[in-house]
């Protein structure tokens, strides 16, 4: 990524660059092999004998040599320096036993304190945990805090229970893996960064994100996971320089139209709603998201609801009425239900068109039956999904089935979503799944259920220009290349170019062109596409080395 300078698409920087010989991902010319962006704007797109005709030593001519230009995605979920501190803290998503777990805290350099990320027990032969002791003395007496690789709990040492006072906290049992309220304030204490080093976790995350292909990102910030000031450096990123684009959220539950509007004007910048992880309940793994039937593998446990239905109604119905977006993170089918009930309420309230209006959004939804997704559709709901949940989690003898059973092969009900007209978009809610759209999208292609499974096109447009419409952007061209639109895109070098459907019965990968729709990447060939460069609004945010080559 380019050091900070210029803001996105400043006219003095203005220059005019020929994209030809590539394939151009436009719904103005399935067929378009060229483009031309003027500055921040998408000027043209056509044949390569047009290029041709047009090029002049004016522009800056880049030869595609075969790869694919598109328009860059929006990752709908993400947390900027949750991602930066995996990226530089212990990454645990390798580890297959409590020992090896110790062994890489013991090798953990430094006296600050030891943060790590993903692991899940789930994966081992031997699912214990280590104690509180030997995290301790793995950690030779430092503050230890390792995220599972849901975040909704972690493993602590005996030197952080202290730090962060846990003793006696909701959520803490007295050995190493906590919980609820204990797990937030052990998260809280242990990510007390200084200034500089937030700001260089975020800057890595931005980075990560860019050379995937990324022009923008949805921060879902909460008081429960980082301060004001962590949201308030992420949205600074959007004028210090070439990056992706933050999309900021904030949630923090609201009693009133007034508490809401006090709420927006106290954080010191705009953010889109009052939305993200503000949780109803919590995961799976950590068995905290609230469910109707008890676990599978936990008899008597049913998870938690962190907010009532009173409580929810009230943020729905304040948020409904200052016209902003309002959501929560929504996990299991009881959450769920409180979720659409809290609808229900705040509905009676201030009325179903003021709530359809305003654009509600509620993150992950994964247990969802017929309906609940019909009602998402009366209010109008976006869902924000993860397909790299179901990647990681779901199929035969996977986290999900050994946590719900039967109940697993109904979870993420993509298509069910589409065809109820529910709007969805996608996103990975990094760290807890890479930031890696085009196995995202594989994971829409090959979901665990057939009867779930979406087009390639359908989860392409659910990785960009869903992404834009969920935050209610005003521009309609966001997301695409067409003449006039913001130049925010991708190049990718690909093995193949096709047109996919998400249809077992028939042949899944097709190169007919009659069918006049644009070419994506083929994802049956075990690889994915490798980003060349990424751009936002015109302004170069990563580059390959060989693009220029």
Request: with cysteine.
């Given at each position: 990524?380019?050091?900070?300078?210029?803001?996105?698409?400043?006219?003095?920087?203005?220059?005019?660059?020929?994209?030809?010989?590539?394939?151009?991902?436009?719904?103005?010319?399935?067929?378009?092999?060229?483009?031309?962006?003027?500055?921040?704007?998408?000027?043209?797109?056509?044949?390569?004998?047009?290029?041709?005709?047009?090029?002049?030593?004016?522009?800056?001519?880049?030869?595609?040599?075969?790869?694919?230009?598109?328009?860059?995605?929006?990752?709908?979920?993400?947390?900027?320096?949750?991602?930066?501190?995996?990226?530089?803290?212990?990454?645990?998503?390798?580890?297959?036993?409590?020992?090896?777990?110790?062994?890489?805290?013991?090798?953990?350099?430094?006296?600050?304190?030891?943060?790590?990320?993903?692991?899940?027990?789930?994966?081992?032969?031997?699912?214990?945990?280590?104690?509180?002791?030997?995290?301790?003395?793995?950690?030779?007496?430092?503050?230890?805090?390792?995220?599972?690789?849901?975040?909704?709990?972690?493993?602590?040492?005996?030197?952080?229970?202290?730090?962060?006072?846990?003793?006696?906290?909701?959520?803490?049992?007295?050995?190493?893996?906590?919980?609820?309220?204990?797990?937030?304030?052990?998260?809280?204490?242990?990510?007390?960064?200084?200034?500089?080093?937030?700001?260089?976790?975020q800057a890595e995350a931005l980075r990560e994100a860019a050379a995937n292909g990324y022009v923008a990102l949805a921060e879902m910030s909460a008081p429960h996971i980082c301060t004001v000031d962590d949201l308030r450096m992420a949205v600074s990123w959007n004028t210090a320089g070439a990056s992706p684009e933050v999309l900021p959220y904030w949630g923090e539950l609201?009693?009133?139209?007034?508490?809401?509007?006090?709420?927006?004007?106290?954080?010191?910048?705009?953010?889109?709603?009052?939305?993200?992880?503000?949780?109803?309940?919590?995961?799976?793994?950590?068995?905290?998201?609230?469910?109707?039937?008890?676990?599978?593998?936990?008899?008597?446990?049913?998870?938690?609801?962190?907010?009532?239905?009173?409580?929810?109604?009230?943020?729905?119905?304040?948020?409904?009425?200052?016209?902003?977006?309002?959501?929560?993170?929504?996990?299991?089918?009881?959450?769920?239900?409180?979720?659409?009930?809290?609808?229900?309420?705040?509905?009676?309230?201030?009325?179903?068109?003021?709530?359809?209006?305003?654009?509600?959004?509620?993150?992950?939804?994964?247990?969802?039956?017929?309906?609940?997704?019909?009602?998402?559709?009366?209010?109008?709901?976006?869902?924000?999904?993860?397909?790299?949940?179901?990647?990681?989690?779901?199929?035969?003898?996977?986290?999900?089935?050994?946590?719900?059973?039967?109940?697993?092969?109904?979870?993420?009900?993509?298509?069910?979503?589409?065809?109820?007209?529910?709007?969805?978009?996608?996103?990975?809610?990094?760290?807890?799944?890479?930031?890696?759209?085009?196995?995202?999208?594989?994971?829409?292609?090959?979901?665990?259920?057939?009867?779930?499974?979406?087009?390639?096109?359908?989860?392409?447009?659910?990785?960009?220009?869903?992404?834009?419409?969920?935050?209610?952007?005003?521009?309609?061209?966001?997301?695409?290349?067409?003449?006039?639109?913001?130049?925010?895109?991708?190049?990718?070098?690909?093995?193949?170019?096709?047109?996919?459907?998400?249809?077992?019965?028939?042949?899944?990968?097709?190169?007919?062109?009659?069918?006049?729709?644009?070419?994506?990447?083929?994802?049956?060939?075990?690889?994915?596409?490798?980003?060349?460069?990424?751009?936002?609004?015109?302004?170069?945010?990563?580059?390959?080395?060989?693009?220029?080559?």
């Amino acid at each position: 990524m380019n050091q900070p300078g210029a803001p996105a698409g400043n006219p003095v920087n203005r220059k005019v660059t020929l994209y030809r010989n590539g394939s151009i991902y436009t719904a103005a010319d399935p067929f378009a092999t060229a483009m031309v962006v003027d500055g921040d704007t998408v000027a043209w797109v056509g044949s390569e004998q047009a290029a041709t005709s047009i090029a002049d030593s004016t522009m800056e001519v880049i030869d595609l040599r075969g790869a694919l230009l598109a328009p860059g995605f929006v990752d709908s979920h993400a947390h900027l320096t949750e991602t930066g501190i995996a990226l530089a803290g212990l990454q645990l998503s390798g580890v297959r036993s409590a020992k090896e777990l110790l062994d890489a805290v013991a090798a953990a350099p430094g006296d600050g304190v030891v943060l790590g990320h993903g692991w899940d027990e789930t994966g081992w032969a031997d699912p214990e945990l280590p104690t509180l002791e030997q995290l301790e003395r793995a950690g030779r007496g430092r503050q230890v805090y390792l995220s599972r690789i849901d975040v909704h709990s972690a493993l602590v040492s005996q030197a952080l229970v202290a730090a962060a006072g846990l003793t006696g906290t909701d959520g803490f049992a007295g050995h190493a893996h906590v919980v609820r309220a204990a797990h937030t304030a052990a998260r809280l204490t242990a990510r007390q960064v200084s200034e500089p080093d937030r700001r260089s976790y975020q800057a890595e995350a931005l980075r990560e994100a860019a050379a995937n292909g990324y022009v923008a990102l949805a921060e879902m910030s909460a008081p429960h996971i980082c301060t004001v000031d962590d949201l308030r450096m992420a949205v600074s990123w959007n004028t210090a320089g070439a990056s992706p684009e933050v999309l900021p959220y904030w949630g923090e539950l609201a009693s009133s139209a007034d508490h809401a509007q006090s709420i927006l004007d106290g954080l010191g910048v705009r953010v889109l709603g009052l939305a993200g992880d503000l949780n109803m309940d919590g995961s799976i793994g950590s068995r905290t998201a609230a469910l109707r039937d008890d676990y599978s593998d936990a008899a008597g446990e049913r998870g938690n609801l962190y907010l009532a239905v009173d409580e929810a109604a009230k943020h729905l119905a304040a948020c409904s009425l200052l016209g902003v977006q309002a959501g929560f993170h929504i996990i299991g089918d009881a959450g769920l239900d409180a979720a659409l009930e809290a609808l229900d309420v705040a509905a009676a309230e201030v009325g179903e068109q003021r709530i359809r209006a305003a654009g509600h959004r509620f993150e992950h939804v994964e247990v969802a039956d017929q309906v609940s997704v019909d009602k998402l559709a009366k209010y109008s709901i976006t869902v924000s999904v993860q397909p790299g949940f179901d990647a990681a989690w779901a199929g035969p003898g996977g986290l999900y089935e050994q946590r719900l059973g039967d109940r697993s092969k109904t979870m993420n009900p993509f298509a069910s979503f589409y065809a109820s007209g529910v709007p969805i978009t996608f996103g990975s809610d990094s760290p807890v799944t890479p930031l890696r759209p085009w196995s995202s999208i594989r994971a829409c292609l090959e979901h665990s259920n057939p009867e779930q499974r979406i087009s390639a096109r359908a989860a392409f447009l659910g990785h960009t220009r869903a992404g834009w419409r969920a935050t209610r952007n005003r521009n309609p061209l966001m997301g695409q290349l067409v003449p006039g639109a913001p130049a925010s895109f991708a190049v990718w070098e690909v093995e193949e170019l096709m047109v996919q459907v998400a249809d077992s019965r028939v042949q899944s990968w097709s190169t007919d062109p009659r069918a006049r729709t644009p070419l994506l990447p083929a994802l049956d060939t075990g690889t994915d596409p490798v980003c060349l460069q990424t751009v936002r609004e015109g302004q170069e945010l990563f580059a390959h080395e060989i693009l220029r080559a």
